[in-house]
């Protein structure tokens, strides 16, 4: 099903920044940039005004109708998740998923998901806070604290609200390619890409792009310039002039991810945009991304993004 339109669940005590990332996402008008224009709703069980966390009274023009009837719903911080949903509620969750809507989550919101059973033998994340709690609610529930989301198919689970950033910029990935995603990213003026099993809680405050360590913000920098060659972790902890050790270390309490990890992740990203946005060679791709061969490509292609990198770039030239 292709995500035209996107539905969230408004309430009294909703989360004002929750509700700004998916307006700001899926409301804004990023035609210009090559997306389509998305119809996003905001919807209530019973529409009309509701006061957010912040105090701010927002209008909730739709119901439950309308959720249950989109090609996305997403589910923000959701306060009374220690009490069970309406049957309203649920059923609008039930329908929309039987209709072939993604249905996703940050922070909370994965226990309206996981009320309706959606998550049954699945991985699912949330707010690493409440983790414990959830999981002694809904031990049928394969739950994975430590990560910044998951994407179980048609279901997509996040974890703070910050997470609701990743969440969003991932499922414009998945649809529309990681040009396009970048492209709403540098717009925000947020990082284009976080994979989803960098760690939700590090040690260090991140109040740059990526870390809050200039040393380490530069060597990430000069290392997203030069994937191309065969970078190793010795060659970014000598730039910065550490030991391995210590910088492996230091490169995880900061960013939450290895340096291996982090560098992986890089390369996936690059070669997606150049199978997206270039006429280029498999061979000539998995040089410039450091993989060195099409069959180094491939085999990581395959293990993580479940499909070839030339069937990959068929699907989105189709799009």
Not at 76 to 94: E, K, M, Q
Not at 130 to 143: G, M
Not at 189 to 194: I, K, N
Request: net charge neutral.
């Amino acid at each position: 099903m292709a995500l035209r339109t996107v539905a969230a669940l408004g309430f009294d005590g909703v989360g004002s920044f929750g509700l700004g990332i998916l307006g700001e996402v899926f409301g804004v008008d990023h035609t210009g940039l090559g997306l389509p224009r998305f119809e996003f709703s905001l919807c209530a069980e019973r529409p009309g005004p509701i006061r957010s966390d912040s105090g701010l009274l927002i209008h909730a023009e739709h119901g439950l109708d309308t959720l249950a009837a989109a090609d996305l719903v997403v589910f923000t911080h959701w306060p009374g998740y220690a009490h069970p949903p309406s049957a309203a509620l649920l059923d609008a969750i039930h329908t929309a998923y039987d209709n072939g809507a993604v249905i996703a989550s940050h922070c909370t919101g994965a226990w309206l998901l996981a009320n309706a059973g959606l998550l049954d033998g699945r991985r699912a994340t949330t707010h690493w806070r409440v983790a414990d709690e959830f999981r002694a609610r809904f031990p049928q529930v394969d739950l994975v604290p430590e990560v910044l989301y998951i994407d179980e198919g048609r279901l997509v689970t996040g974890a703070g609200c910050a997470a609701g950033v990743d969440v969003s910029l991932y499922l414009l990935r998945r649809e529309f390619g990681a040009a396009l995603a970048t492209a709403v990213a540098r717009e925000m003026v947020v990082p284009p890409h976080r994979d989803g099993g960098q760690a939700q809680f590090i040690s260090a405050p991140i109040p740059s792009a990526e870390c809050g360590n200039d040393r380490l913000s530069d060597v990430m920098a000069w290392a997203k310039a030069n994937l191309g060659r065969q970078l190793t972790v010795d060659d970014l902890a000598n730039r910065a002039l550490m030991s391995p050790r210590s910088f492996a270390r230091h490169f995880k309490a900061t960013v939450g991810a290895t340096p291996h990890a982090w560098l992986l992740a890089q390369r996936l990203h690059h070669a997606e945009e150049l199978l997206e946005t270039r006429d280029l060679p498999v061979e000539e791709i998995a040089r410039r991304s450091g993989f060195g061969t099409a069959a180094a490509l491939r085999e990581q292609f395959v293990r993580r993004r479940g499909v070839p990198p030339r069937d990959y770039r068929r699907s989105f030239a189709s799009r």
